[in-house]
Nanobody, 121 residues
């Protein structure tokens, strides 16, 4: 069975940068598309960014111009580069991907367990 794992979260000062990574726990055929979501304490989970198999991207207004979603197909990894971080960016960030693999009859959706990003002095 495939597990999707996020990494790169941690504590960063306002104005700083972090790069989150999302990758399967084992080798797969490919990631078809991917996205990032986040959930702050007391708030509902919100969509942050998506990337298609053709590397087309879309962003929430709250992060547009500051965050960049990208992918490395050779590594089967999706990234979220976060710049000019603000305290309001503090949240648990979740990766969501559609995976094509020989074990599945069709593309299958996976969620990571989340990685905490804290923006504070």
């Amino acid at each position: 069975q495939v597990q999707v794992v996020e990494s790169g979260g941690g504590l960063v000062q306002p104005g700083g940068s972090l790069r989150l990574s999302c990758a399967p726990s084992r080798n797969i055929f490919s990631i078809r598309s991917g996205g990032w979501y986040r959930q702050a304490p007391g708030k509902e989970r919100e969509w942050v960014a998506t990337i298609t198999s053709a590397s087309n991207t879309n962003y929430a207004d709250s992060v547009k111009g500051r965050f960049t979603i990208s992918r490395d197909n050779a590594k089967n990894t999706v990234y979220l580069q976060m710049k000019s971080l603000k305290p309001e960016d503090t949240a648990v960030y979740y990766c969501n991907v559609w995976i094509r693999d020989g074990l599945f009859a069709e593309n299958k959706n996976f969620w990571g367990k989340g990685t905490l990003v804290t923006v504070s002095s």
